[in-house]
């Protein structure tokens, strides 16, 4: 009998906001399909070596959580059945070229699925989540977008690069560089919402498992609308600073504290989320013109949409379901 190697048959890898939980939750109710615990592993990120010292709010407390040694990583996989298909959803992994690089060398039959969201849709939903997290100290999105090179130069974490992230066209060149092109599957959010029996069932295909075992998509991870106010002047500092104390403990006290802190700053309303307006999406599309025509051409797809000063909004929006936290 051959011994399989300690390590994942395909991999989740971007991006970020683009409905990867989703997606990954879908998957991992496959009986023939093994998903990781935790859903984002991050040690492809690291190289061997502790994770870097970030410094954006909350980073060194949720970098404790990184897997990086090479012993605990392949232990993930020790209670997959043989027969099963493993996998773990890193959504940075399509951003760093490095991580790319590691994947490609270390598993040369790796399967690969991108699932990529119009990039200003995706760095709202991205501000959004930590803004109503109580990390993100900007009220403004545009005016956070803004400030993503000084933060790059503070040394803040990825999910703070609100544009880097959303540059899909470049990390797909640059990916399809090292790994055939036919083991890459790239997957639109727009089709996640609006036919996920589809997109499963392409999924599954292309991961060589059953199409028809699973047909619905979870509800996705969006967060309930922190209204500018008392609240987050007030409390989000508050967050804050327990997210920078928790780097001192073991990660889940912080874990089990969080939830508290965060159902206080978001009170007992339930705000609708805002929508970006015309103008504020219009002032941005220059940022990723040039990208999303790099990606029509890499995938041989038209997203050309992705252009329009209409926001297509939340996940929650788009189906007509009533917001939760």
Not at 38 to 44: G, I, L, N
Request: proline share 10%; charged share 25%.
């Amino acid at each position: 009998m051959t011994t399989r190697s300690p390590r994942p048959d395909f991999m989740i890898v971007g991006a970020p906001k683009a409905g990867t939980t989703a997606l990954h939750a879908a998957l991992a109710q496959h009986p023939q399909i093994f998903t990781s615990r935790p859903k984002e592993a991050k040690y492809w990120l690291c190289g061997d070596a502790p994770p870097p010292h970030f410094s954006g709010p909350g980073d060194r407390h949720s970098q404790q959580e990184w897997i990086w040694r090479r012993e605990e990583y392949d232990a993930l996989w020790a209670d997959a059945r043989p027969d099963q298909v493993r996998g773990e959803s890193t959504p940075f992994y399509l951003w760093s070229r490095e991580a790319q690089i590691r994947i490609a060398a270390a598993m040369p039959d790796i399967r690969l699925i991108a699932v990529v969201r119009d990039p200003i849709d995706r760095a709202y939903s991205n501000w959004m989540h930590l803004w109503c997290d109580g990390l993100e100290p900007i009220a403004d999105f545009p005016t956070a977008f803004a400030a993503e090179s000084d933060r790059i130069a503070d040394g803040w974490a990825p999910f703070w690069r609100y544009r880097e992230l959303g540059l899909y066209g470049a990390q797909l060149a640059h990916l399809r560089k090292l790994v055939e092109p036919a083991r890459i599957l790239v997957v639109r959010y727009r089709d996640l919402v609006d036919d996920p029996a589809g997109v499963l069932a392409r999924t599954c295909a292309f991961l060589g498992v059953a199409p028809d075992a699973v047909a619905e998509i979870p509800r996705d991870n969006a967060r309930t609308y922190v209204e500018p106010g008392w609240r987050p002047r007030v409390l989000a500092p508050l967050v804050r600073a327990g997210a920078w104390a928790g780097q001192f403990l073991p990660p889940q006290t912080w874990r089990r504290a969080e939830p508290h802190a965060i159902r206080l700053l978001h009170g007992r309303g339930k705000q609708p989320r805002p929508h970006l307006t015309p103008d504020e999406r219009a002032a941005l599309i220059p940022a990723f013109a040039e990208d999303i025509a790099l990606l029509s051409e890499v995938t041989d797809d038209d997203y050309s949409a992705w252009l329009s000063p209409e926001s297509r909004g939340s996940f929650d929006q788009r189906t007509g379901t009533p917001q939760q936290g």
